[in-house]
Structure formats: structure tokens, C-alpha cells
């Protein structure tokens, strides 16, 4: 579903990526693992066409991102969904209009329809009776559901996923792994996560790719990366502050 081939990207003086390779199967949950500034952010922003690469291609479902004209990646773009990492909701909007916003910009259908399939989706995030609230009203867990509702209301074949528990308490980070696992497996989508939190790495992950210094340093399942000899993949994944990798 991703191919991502020899991927650079510098910004002046600061080369990010050096040499990106990874693919990404249909219906495959992938996982991206590595520190802060380790280019986690950019790699997913050259997925979904915001950034392009200085060399290399970038190819999703079998289009390369790069030879596509403004029409084409807008098209491309709606195979997916994202969830951000603070949710990024609409302040302004009620929870329905945030989650129907995207069916609002690129459809024709009529605000009753919307408003049932955001309901849909709603329930399909575990909540219900939500629609009219405003995300002032939501605590944090709720935020990240309702993005989570969003990402999926255009039937997205492919989610993003950008440090999905961040900000939020154990129990509730559990929940929404929990939710992210049932979710592809109802759904059948494809899944790229970023993220530093290695117990939701494990959970949501079918693979898991270690990226450092600009480079995937290596990929494998979760028990495969737990139990890898690599010092900066065990490093980076037991958080001991003694290693080849230094704190920033």
C-alpha cells in the first residue's frame, strides 16, 4: 500500500532523511519508533504528499507522489485519514461538525446525512450522545476519540496515526490502542503510527520500524524488536539514559 524508496529530505543545512526505505502492506499496521528531531514527523508528512522528498519516490497504492499534479494528490489524499496528536479539533464546531467536516468539503450530501454519518462513526469510537457538544466540553480521552471518528468518515483506506497517546493517563492511552486494534480489524485499513511509547508500539503494532539518525535502522514484529542486538534500538526502547543515543 506505501512504498517509500530511498527517501531524503534536508531543510538548508539540516539533512533529516538520509536514505528512507520502508514498506507498508495493505492492511498492515506499521508502527515508526525513534526520538525527538529523529524525522518521525516528516517521514508521515511525505506519506500523505505535505512534504516531497529531495530524492527518492514516495508511492501509495501504487501512485508516486511525486509525478502528481495538485488534482491527483488531493484525490490521493482522501484515501486517508489522520489523527493528529492534540486531535486538532475545530474550537468553533460542534463534535458532529468536526467529525462531518471532511464529507461537508468534498461531498454533496445535505447536513441531515452528515450529521448521521458522523453519529455512525461516533459510536463506532465508543460514543454516543456527544454530537452536540462543543470540544471545550470533551476531556482528553473524548478529543482523541472524536478525531479518531473524523479520520474514519470518509471510509479512509489508510490511517495516520501521530503519537496517538500523547497527553493522556495510562488507563485512557490503553483505551485508545485498544480502540485503534479494533478499529483495523472492523475496518480493514492500513495503518502508519508514530510514536515514542513503546507499550502502545507493542500493542497496535503489527511491525515496528526503528528510525534514527535518517535512516530506518531496522524493522521487525514487536517480540523481533524487543529481543533485537541492536544497543540503539534497545537503548531507545528500555529509555535507559546509557547508550549510543544522547539525550537532547
Sequence with gaps: MIEIINVHKSFGDLHVLRGVNLTVEKGESMTVIGGSGSGKSVLIKHIIGLLFPD?????VDG??????????????RK????????????????VWENVGFALKQHTRLSEREIRSIATEK????????VEDKMPSELSGGMKKRVGLARAIAMDAAI???????TGLDPITADAINDLIVDLRKKLGVTSVAITHDM???????????????????EVGTPA?????????????????????????
Design 159 to 165: 490511517i495516520l496515526y501521530d503519537e496517538p497517546t
Design 63 to 76: 501512485q508516486v507522489l511525486n509525478n502528481l499534479d495538485e488534482h491527483g494528490l488531493n484525490e490521493i
Design 122 to 129: 461516533l459510536a463506532h469510537v465508543g460514543l454516543k450522545d
Design 55 to 59: 530524492k527518492g519516490r514516495v508511492v
Design 199 to 217: 507499550h502502545s508500539a507493542y500493542k497496535i503494532s503489527d511491525r515496528i520500524a526503528m528510525l534514527y539518525k535518517g535512516e530506518i535502522l
Design 224 to 248: 523481533q524488536i524487543k529481543n533485537s542486538p541492536s544497543p540503539v534500538v534497545q537503548q531507545f526502547i528500555t529509555g535507559s539514559a546509557v547508550g549510543p543515543i544522547t539525550a537532547e
Design 79 to 94: 484515501k486517508f485519514g489522520m489523527l493528529f496528536q492534540g486531535a486538532a479539533l475545530f474550537d468553533s464546531l460542534t
